[in-house]
T-cell receptor, first 113, second 114 residues
Framework: GNSVTQMEGPVTLSEEAFLTINCTYT??????LFWYVQYPGEGLQLLLKATKADDKGSNKGFEATYRKETTSFHLEKGSVQVSDSAVYFC????????????FGTGTRLTVIP | EPEVTQTPSHQVTQMGQEVILRCVPISNHLYFYWYRQILGQKVEFLVSFYNNEISEKSEIFDDQFSVERPDGSNFTLKIRSTKLEDSAMYFC????????????FGEGSRLTVL
């Protein structure tokens, strides 16, 4: 089946610290992988995506590499800011155009000055 | 910037009551979705809707649930007779194309069933 396992939170970091949020997946076929972010009081927003193995998605200083051999899509940022405080969701789509996204539980990140 | 809007942001209801959650998708989008997240659990797919009919639904989406696009702008989720376990955050989403088009989510409606 299809599922996403995401690092449990919450995560609290000091400003400028390095961030890693782990995400692993199981899927049939060749899924696309996503990170969504939810800032306080807002909807989920697409942060980055990768559609095939070894692709690297990046946006706003965040990166994640689609690793088929380890079935992982870990989110990283070299230097977090207070404004990065949010809930981060890893998700997969079993195939391009599929209606259904499978999400992880979400990881709450708090960055303190 | 266009956005998906949801109302109400929070609704408290008694078990057995009907609830309607409303969503206004982005205006030129064609595909519409409902997801939910029970507290502490994963965000789960409920249903997708295209061309005025359900295109896919999960096993969660039983006969107590229905969706409608009554007027070309609103997209509603109705729960006919709420149960305690329906308490969750419900997210509406839309996108323009079913291919790699990004899914745009609303900020969610929190439903509390007492």
């Amino acid at each position: 089946g299809n599922s996403v396992t995401q690092m449990e939170g919450p995560v609290t970091l000091s400003e400028e610290a390095f961030l890693t949020i782990n995400c692993t997946y199981t899927a049939t076929g060749y899924p696309s992988l996503f990170w969504y972010v939810q800032y306080p009081g807002e909807g989920l927003q697409l942060l980055l995506k990768a559609t095939k193995a070894d692709d690297k998605g990046s946006n706003k200083g965040f990166e994640a590499t689609y690793r088929k051999e380890t079935t992982s899509f870990h989110l990283e940022k070299g230097s977090v800011q207070v404004s990065d405080s949010a809930v981060y969701f890893c998700a997969l789509s079993p195939q391009t155009g599929a209606n259904n996204l499978f999400f992880g539980t979400g990881t709450r990140l708090t960055v303190i000055p | 910037e266009p956005e998906v809007t949801q109302t109400p942001s929070h609704q408290v209801t008694q078990m057995g009551q009907e609830v309607i959650l409303r969503c206004v998708p982005i205006s030129n989008h064609l595909y519409f979705y409902w997801y939910r997240q029970i507290l502490g659990q994963k965000v789960e797919f409920l249903v997708s809707f295209y061309n005025n009919e359900i295109s896919e639904k999960s096993e969660i989406f039983d006969d107590q649930f229905s969706v409608e696009r009554p007027d070309g702008s609103n997209f509603t989720l109705k729960i006919r007779s709420t149960k305690l376990e329906d308490s969750a955050m419900y997210f509406c989403a839309s996108r323009w194309t079913s291919d790699t088009g990004e899914l745009f989510f609303g900020e969610g409606s929190r439903l509390t069933v007492l």
